[in-house]
């Protein structure tokens, strides 16, 4: 998902996904992002999907974008479906544009659903012929509603060194989602969706014209869930072929331990990843967690080495 940008994307997220200030932080005339995930086929009958799509453009110091995402899990068919749209302002601090601070706000609509038909509870469960779940007995749940839409409210910055050339390129960045923290409930209460924060950074390292080195991290927090996440990318320039191979790891939290490998060439770059489940679902997982795949166009005027001038972080 890295593409030649003003500042690479963090392992997996579409750039707005991660931080509404990314939006329009590239060097090209648009951007078109797709996005596929799945995940726990080793443990469920029905994986966790994930699939999207972004589109953003730089509009002179702004940039403007839109991004549509669902997600869906489990039996009950549990599905999030959000459509956001984005606004970005770059705000340069010399004449010679070197120090940028991006600032960002996003806001859209968030769909949210499950099929309580195809869903077993404790009630339903019943000692006959050895024990099973009788569906024709009742839940004891009380469901108010199966489908609601909400709001959502997303801002957040973002610092970076933009030197073209420059040995060190390092970015910083805060947001935080659901502001407004809307309510959302399945059932008569009022349960509010809590903010979430992240913090990220990095440094793009300019070893020399063919290689290229980018350290980063992520830490995120919702209530008492955190995870941090550390990658090391290695981005190597094929000048014959004017593309270059994406190659690293990534370390999630005693979570996951993530390979992705890419290739840019041209205007698209292709990503592909997998997730090595750590956690202590290993037995049953037999390790086997994600798989995860992306496309990005860039519309952009064709340049000489992508190293050397982009991404600028």
């Not at 805060?174 to 059932?187: C, I, N, R, V």
């Amino acid at each position: 998902m890295i593409t030649e940008s003003k500042v690479p994307k963090l392992k997996g997220f579409d750039k707005t996904g991660l931080h509404p200030a990314m939006t329009g932080m590239f060097d090209g005339k648009y951007r078109v992002h797709a996005h596929y995930r799945t995940q726990w086929m080793a443990v469920a009958t029905k994986p966790f999907t994930t699939a999207g799509i972004s589109f953003d453009m730089p509009v002179k110091k702004f940039g403007v974008g839109l991004q549509v995402f669902n997600y869906r899990a489990g039996v009950g068919n549990y599905n999030v479906l959000s459509a956001l749209l984005s606004v970005g302002y770059d705000v340069v601090f010399d004449k010679e544009k070197k120090h940028h601070l991006a600032l960002g706000i996003q806001g859209g609509i968030v769909q949210k659903s499950v099929n309580i038909d195809k869903l077993t509870f404790g009630n339903q469960y019943t000692t006959a012929d050895g024990g099973s779940f009788d569906t024709g007995l009742p839940s004891g749940e009380s469901f108010s509603n199966t489908n609601f839409v909400i709001h959502d409210i997303n801002a957040g910055f973002l610092y970076y060194y933009a030197k073209d050339n420059a040995r060190l390129n390092p970015f910083i960045g805060f947001s935080a989602f659901h502001l407004t923290q809307p309510t959302e409930t399945f059932f008569a209460s009022s349960n509010k969706l809590p903010i979430r924060y992240y913090v990220h950074g990095g440094v793009k390292v300019n070893v020399n014209e063919k290689i290229q080195l980018l350290p980063k991290f992520i830490y995120m927090k919702q209530i008492n869930d955190q995870e941090f996440t550390a990658t090391l990318l290695l981005h190597y320039f094929l000048k014959n072929s004017d593309s270059y191979l994406i190659f690293g790891p990534t370390y999630r939290n005693k979570d996951a331990a993530i390979i992705e490998a890419g290739l840019k060439k041209g205007s698209y770059t292709a990503r592909v990843s997998y997730d090595i489940n750590t956690s202590s679902l290993k037995q049953v997982s037999n390790h086997r967690g994600g798989f995860e795949i992306s496309l990005t166009y860039v519309a952009r005027t064709n340049k000489p080495n992508p190293l050397a001038n982009c991404p600028r972080l």
